[in-house]
Each structure stands twice: as structure tokens, then as C-alpha cells.
């Protein structure tokens, strides 16, 4: 491991000059760092990367390496007695680092100081991440600063990437912190796994983690890791028999070309990190100048959502739900926006932002109440569908908001439709189950948005009370020419149907699709062939040209 800071630099200091016999290692138990005089009592064995079964022959195995094992999960330090190199006998101090273990070894005759190890271990600490034992934010910010400085007028050619999970807020959220800090320890493992000679990997905030890369022929290098980390995210992370889908978009900045000062180069990985989220996460991006105007355009974006509200620039359109062959079981409410100076801004660009700046429950109170209010202009028989973001559902004020908005539309409960996604039921929790079986008492339908495409545990679809499964247009679109997709269609159908609950497929876009899921017993069918998106005035005209509709609807309650 190459001095990369002051801190680093005392600690190797200490290892050259120490007269203990220390060695590190990871946590695969793999030699990370020795004092120098290791190397000639154990000849050519203290080379990184060497197992410490190598070094060590007497841990390899039986009640030694059980040892080993308590210390890792305990933090307690053990001794074990061992044969040294000159056929005397000796002893080993096991003790705990950040990064896996460290050993003190010993003369049987020589007392091992119990509090020198641990000030080695405060010196390995002072520059790791105590989690996941990657280096840490001050190391990152001194070794970032030693790469970008001029050496005999010239500057070497380096490269930052920083990292950021996909989804790990949610499943942060929902699942916990302890989850959260085992996904993170998993993330700093596959992080290491992909790095090289020449790589060091830091985590400096949350689920920000950094690879500094120096010495190396660049782009080619910075690009080769970024793609084999990109691609170590793609495999789950299973934590409590939870496969959990987290992955990794990256932002690449190359100094001293993008920047000669550590904020400079880190502000230009930055924003290669939002172009890389923006252009669908799961990928590397490389900063280039014009990402500078896209930045600042998405921050005037941000503050204007922040009064689009209040300017009455956002807006509701109604999806039809058609319920074969022909009739109108309902509407979705979809939320737009448009800026008066822009047009209309994609909802899977405004909504992430609204839900990142916390404001997505007044918005969603919002959507909710003038959909119900727009639903009783309706006949009684037509439902009305709104989807839930996870920051209303965990809010703890869900049930009472849906109830108050309700009474205030006097519309019966049993009209409208909550939409949720897998993402805010990733863990069973007691208070999961009460929102949800509160609102099914209060004769609200429950739907479980996008089945299929996210976590599609099974689990969920037995202790939760849903009334309705969505297939995602994902399964939908290939629908007619891919049979993996239809055979995936009919499981789905015949589950809920198994389960008593109906069934709704979105994105239905030909005749043949609609045909199909007719064919197979879809109970609702959702998408443009059947109805585009439409505003207030036009789903009035759209249901007078659905008599068959309106002839079931007549004679029923408009609440």
C-alpha cells in the first residue's frame, strides 16, 4: 500500500522503525502491511496479497482459526502459541483493524504489550473507514491533493471516479440502518475486488465511495474499472435471504485536465456522477465541459418545482382502465408539469427531484385531492387509481390524509385505487402491515404497481392485502414475439387469480396485445391503443363515446 497521506505516512513511518513484529490484513485474510523486519525473519513469505495461513502455518486450521474467527466477530484480541523460524517457541497477539486482523508476533519469553497493538490499531484507524474499512475521507482528501501536485514542474496524469449506489436510500428506508451498513460493507468488498496496482478506493460519505487512480495510461484504465465495477453491481446483494438490487453509476474526471485543485476535479467528477444518474444509473459517465450547462439547468429546474405547485403549473391527466372487451373500469391519475418556459417536463425527471427535496407529500395530497375531486364528476361505477411515492407511504400520516381527503370529496372509498411499488415493502415491518390493512379497512383498493420488474417476492403477496397486481410494460412490449414474456404473463395472471386478486397490464400499445391478454383472462388492460393520457375535458368526451360503459354506470351513486 503506497503512502498516500499523512496519516499513511506515520503509520508506515511506525513500520519501518517498530521494533514489533505487526503485519495487517483484509478481511479475506489476505497481507495488506508488515513491519520491515518481517521480511527477513520470514524470508519471501511477506508479500502482499500472501495468505496469513502462509506466514502463519499454525492458523491455518483446528482451534487456531476458530480463534480467528472470535476476534473478527468479537473484537476481543487472543494469543496463540505458534513455532518461530529459529524452532523456538512463540506467540502471535491477535487483535481486530477496520480492514480484518492484525498480529503481533513474539519470543514465548517476550510479554506482548496488549496496549501497543492497540496503539497500532488507532493508527490504522485514524485513516479508515471504521465500516468498511476503506481508507477514509481525510486520506481520500491528502492523497487527491498529492496526485494533483506538481513534481518537478510536471503533473502526473490521474484519474477520480467517484461511486454512488442505486437505490440504496430506499432500501436504507425501508430496511434499515442495519441493512444498510451490511450493504455498504458489501458494496466496499466488490469495490476492492475490481481494483488494480495503482487503485485506491476511499468512502467519504453514506454510499459515496471514490477510487483514485495514478500513474496509469489514461482514459483506457479509468474506463477499463469503471465498467468491471459497474458490472460487479449488477449481481443482488442477498442480506436476509432479500435479493437485493443495487447498482453503481459512476462519474469520471481525469486531472489535471478537468481540474488542478482537489475541489475543481472532484466538482467535475461530480457532475460526470448526475449525468451518468440522469442518462438511467448503472453506467459511467466522463466529465466534459458541456455537463456544466445541463447542471445548471437541472438546479433551475429544482428551484422551480419548488413553486410550480403554487403556480398552478402542475396538472393531472386520466389514463383510461378498460376492463374487456370495452368497458371503462376507471381512470389513472398521472401528474405532469408544465414549465412556462420550458413545456413539459417528463415526469421521470421532475418526480425523482421532488422526492429527493421532500416534497413529494404535499404534492402527492395534492395529486390525491383533485383526482377525487375530479373522479365525483364521474359516473359512481368508475374508479379512480393514484399512485403513492414512498415518502407519502412512510410518512406515518398516509391513512389519515387519504381518510380526510375522502370525507372532504364525499367520495366512498371503495372508488379509489392506491398504487405502490415493491420498493417501500422490502421489509414486513409492523408498521407496513398496519398502513396497509388500515386502508384496507376503510374499503380502499391496494395495488401492487410494476410486479415483476423490481424485488417480486412472494412473500408480499401473502401477508399483504392487495386487491390488484400491475404487469410492468417491460413483460408487455415483446409481448407477441417473445415467449419468455408470455410465459411470464400467464404465470403472473394465474397467481393472483390463484390469490383472488385481478390483474392489470400496462403499456398495451397493438390490437394483437390487447387480443392476447383478453385471450389469457387479463382482468383490466391499460395503455395507448386502448386510451391515451387526457385532461379533465376530454375524459368527459371520451366516456360519452363508451355507451356501454355509461349504460353500467347508470343508476349508481355518484359518491
Not at 448526475?274 to 447542471?295: I, P, Q, T
Not at 421532500?358 to 395534492?366: A, D, F, K, P, V
Not at 386510451?531 to 368527459?540: W, Y
Amino acid at each position: 500500500m503506497e503512502p498516500s497521506s499523512a496519516g499513511e505516512a506515520r503509520l508506515a513511518s511506525f513500520l519501518e522503525s517498530t521494533d514489533e513484529l505487526v503485519s495487517f490484513y483484509d478481511h479475506d485474510l489476505r497481507l495488506t502491511q508488515y513491519a520491515a523486519n518481517l521480511r527477513d525473519i520470514h524470508n519471501g513469505a511477506m508479500v502482499p496479497g500472501a495468505s496469513v495461513s502462509d506466514i502463519y502455518p499454525v492458523l491455518a486450521g483446528g482451534e487456531s482459526r476458530d480463534a480467528l474467527k472470535r476476534v473478527l466477530r468479537d473484537g476481543l484480541p487472543v494469543t496463540v502459541p505458534f513455532q518461530m523460524q529459529d524452532r523456538k517457541p512463540g506467540k502471535v497477539l491477535v487483535f481486530r483493524t477496520p480492514d480484518g486482523l492484525g498480529i503481533i508476533e513474539s519470543a514465548d519469553t517476550q510479554p506482548v504489550v496488549v496496549e501497543e497493538a492497540e496503539h497500532v490499531k488507532l493508527l490504522h484507524e485514524a485513516t479508515h473507514d471504521v465500516l468498511t474499512g476503506l481508507q477514509n475521507r481525510r486520506r481520500f482528501s491528502e492523497r487527491l491533493t498529492e496526485v494533483l501536485s506538481e513534481t518537478g514542474g510536471v503533473r502526473e496524469r490521474s484519474a477520480l471516479l467517484q461511486i454512488d449506489l442505486d437505490d440504496f436510500k430506499s432500501v436504507n428506508d425501508t430496511l434499515g440502518h442495519s441493512t444498510g451498513d451490511t450493504l455498504l460493507q458489501l458494496a466496499a468488498n466488490r469495490i476492492r475486488g475490481a481494483l488494480q496496482e495503482g487503485d485506491s478506493a476511499y468512502r467519504y460519505a453514506g454510499d459515496e465511495f471514490a477510487v483514485i487512480q495514478s500513474g496509469k495510461q489514461q482514459p483506457a484504465e479509468a474506463l477499463r474499472l469503471a465498467q468491471a465495477l459497474v458490472d460487479a453491481f449488477k449481481a443482488p446483494f442477498i442480506i436476509n435471504d432479500i435479493p437485493l438490487f443495487v447498482g453503481a453509476s459512476i462519474g469520471i474526471a481525469f486531472g489535471p485536465h478537468h481540474g488542478i485543485e482537489s475541489e475543481e476535479l472532484m466538482k467535475a467528477a461530480d457532475i460526470a456522477l448526475y449525468a451518468a444518474k440522469r442518462d438511467g444509473r448503472g453506467c459511467a459517465r466522463v466529465f466534459n465541459r458541456s455537463m456544466m450547462l445541463l447542471l445548471e439547468q437541472r438546479e433551475n429546474l429544482r428551484r422551480s418545482l419548488r413553486v410550480a405547485l403554487e403556480r398552478q403549473e402542475l396538472y393531472l391527466e386520466y389514463q383510461p382502465l378498460i376492463r374487456p372487451p370495452s368497458t371503462i373500469a376507471g381512470f389513472e391519475a398521472l401528474l405532469r408539469w408544465r414549465h412556462p418556459e420550458i413545456g413539459l417536463i417528463p415526469p421521470n425527471v421532475f418526480i425523482p427531484m421532488a422526492e429527493s427535496d421532500g416534497l413529494m407529500e404535499e404534492i402527492g395530497r395534492w395529486v390525491l385531492e383533485q383526482a377525487c375531486r375530479e373522479a365525483m364528476s364521474w359516473p359512481g361505477s368508475l374508479s379512480i387509481a393514484v399512485n403513492l411515492s414512498p415518502a407519502q407511504f412512510l410518512s406515518g400520516t398516509l391513512t389519515d390524509t387519504v381518510a380526510q381527503v375522502l370525507d372532504a370529496a364525499g367520495m366512498r372509498a371503495d372508488r379509489l385505487e392506491l398504487e405502490i411499488t415493491e420498493t417501500v415493502l422490502l421489509e414486513e415491518t409492523v408498521d407496513n402491515l398496519d398502513t396497509l390493512n388500515t386502508l384496507n379497512v376503510l374499503g380502499i383498493r391496494i395495488s401492487l404497481d410494476d410486479f415483476g420488474t423490481h424485488y417480486s417476492s412472494l412473500g408480499y403477496l401473502k401477508n399483504f392485502p392487495f386487491d390488484t397486481l400491475k404487469i410492468d410494460r417491460y413483460f408487455i412490449k415483446d409481448l407477441m414475439t417473445d415467449r419468455k414474456s408470455q410465459t411470464i404473463v400467464r404465470s403472473i395472471l394465474s397467481l393472483a387469480h390463484g390469490l383472488d386478486m385481478s390483474v392489470t397490464a400496462e403499456g398495451v400499445e397493438t390490437a394483437a396485445q390487447s387480443r392476447w391478454l383478453i385471450d389469457e383472462g387479463c382482468d383490466t388492460l391499460q395503455g395507448n391503443f386502448l386510451g391515451q393520457s387526457m385532461d379533465a375535458d376530454t375524459v368527459r368526451d371520451f366516456m360519452a363515446r363508451q355507451p356501454m360503459a355509461l349504460h353500467r354506470a347508470e343508476g349508481q351513486g355518484r359518491g
